[in-house]
């Protein structure tokens, strides 16, 4: 499938043109933030021909392509009449980026406080 089709097609299966309030990529995904995600038939967009399956996360409706993205992007771009601004992508990639090292935090402040608690014993062994 041509990314033109496959752009028309992901945009009608998410509600039209009229459901989507913002379009964003990252590396591997199409983000939306639609108006209505009852809307959005994610079943019929992972039966795509080039779509690797659909997520909701973060408030957003993502379409999972792989590298192909940016050039589907392009043409979801044009269709909502969106400028194919790298600087959004750019943004999107530092916040899935952080989302990934906040969740790394979080386990190793985990594993520190489990690792304190055996250091009082450990002479004792």
């Given at each position: 499938m041509k990314n033109e089709e496959l752009a028309q097609k992901i945009i009608d299966l998410s509600g039209g043109k009229e459901n989507i309030d913002k379009a964003?990529?990252?590396?591997?995904?199409?983000?939306?933030?639609?108006k209505d995600e009852s809307k959005a038939d994610s079943k019929a967009i992972e039966e795509?021909?080039?779509?690797l399956g659909t997520r909701y996360q973060n408030g957003q409706?993502?379409?999972i392509i792989g590298n192909n993205v940016k050039y589907v992007y392009a043409e979801v771009?044009?269709?909502?009449?969106?400028e194919n601004d790298d600087i959004e992508q750019d943004k999107e990639e530092k916040i899935v980026k952080k989302e990934k090292k906040d969740k790394q935090n979080?386990?190793?402040k985990i594993l520190d406080v489990i690792a304190s608690s055996f250091q009082p014993i450990l002479p004792a062994i």
């Amino acid at each position: 499938m041509k990314n033109e089709e496959l752009a028309q097609k992901i945009i009608d299966l998410s509600g039209g043109k009229e459901n989507i309030d913002k379009a964003i990529h990252c590396i591997t995904r199409l983000r939306f933030n639609l108006k209505d995600e009852s809307k959005a038939d994610s079943k019929a967009i992972e039966e795509l021909d080039g779509v690797l399956g659909t997520r909701y996360q973060n408030g957003q409706f993502q379409v999972i392509i792989g590298n192909n993205v940016k050039y589907v992007y392009a043409e979801v771009a044009k269709i909502l009449g969106l400028e194919n601004d790298d600087i959004e992508q750019d943004k999107e990639e530092k916040i899935v980026k952080k989302e990934k090292k906040d969740k790394q935090n979080v386990l190793n402040k985990i594993l520190d406080v489990i690792a304190s608690s055996f250091q009082p014993i450990l002479p004792a062994i």
